[in-house]
């Protein structure tokens, strides 16, 4: 079975510019999230779906990133425009059951985002 | 919101040494999770223990929940075994609230 698996791996991108990171859930999961690391601090939630509805979204830092999961398959994650503090790595996860709680999560191996 | 603290923060051992890594949190958790941050930057899934004992290899963790902490104990340390170990625990919602993380460096 494929795990969580993130697109692309590194991107380097200027200040205003935008960048789109893409995530595929493992098949058949109907939570996915989004979370980041960013200069070495703690990892922190953004964002909760449960299939392609945004169960959770008080993690989202402002209104420049977007995030999407039309038809409740892969997610993508939009900056727009990208600042210097967005830089860090952008970790995408799932887990089975949207209507559980307690789900173990799976993580993608993350994007690391560099903004110069 | 929940805390979670993890120590030590950083720790150095030598080849073949055990340790001992501590997660606290600071309410009752539906999910505690601890993970691997290995070199390239990739979280590698260690133990999904909201409560009891696992082992997995030279691996296992403990979680007393009425307690709320978690202890990850790493025995016959390999240079592979460094990296950042994280716990994150779950309340509410799903989301994963993280620990600062153990630094481990495992020398040869």
């Known amino acids: 079975e494929a795990g969580v698996t993130q697109f692309p791996s590194h991107s380097v991108i200027e200040k205003g510019q935008t960048v789109t990171l893409r995530c595929d859930p493992i098949s058949g999961h109907d939570n996915l999230y989004w979370y980041r690391r960013v200069m070495g601090k703690e990892i922190k939630f953004l964002l909760h779906f449960v299939k392609e509805s945004k169960q959770d979204e008080s993690g989202m830092p402002n209104n420049r990133f977007l995030a999407e999961r039309t038809g409740g398959t892969y997610s993508t994650l939009k900056v727009q425009p990208a600042e210097l503090e967005d830089s860090g790595v952008y970790f995408c996860?799932?887990?089975?059951?949207?209507?559980?709680?307690?789900?173990?999560?799976?993580f993608g191996p993350g994007t690391r985002l560099t903004v110069l | 919101g929940i805390q979670v603290e993890q120590s030590p923060p950083d720790l150095i051992l030598q080849e073949g040494a055990n340790s001992t890594l501590r997660c606290n949190f600071s309410d009752s958790v539906n999910n505690l999770q601890w993970f691997h941050q290995n070199p390239w930057g990739q979280l590698i899934n260690l133990f999904y223990?909201?409560?009891g004992t696992k082992q997995n290899g030279r691996l296992s963790a403990t979680t007393v929940a009425t307690e709320r902490y978690s202890l990850l104990y790493i025995s016959s340390s390999q240079t592979t075994d460094s990296g950042v170990y994280f716990c994150?625990?779950?309340?509410?919602?799903?989301?994963?609230?993280f620990g600062a993380g153990t630094i481990l460096r495992v020398k040869s």
């Open positions: 223990i909201p409560s």
């Open positions: 994150a625990v779950e309340r509410y919602g799903n989301k994963l609230v």
């Open positions: 996860a799932s887990s089975q059951d949207g209507r559980a709680v307690g789900n173990e999560q799976f």
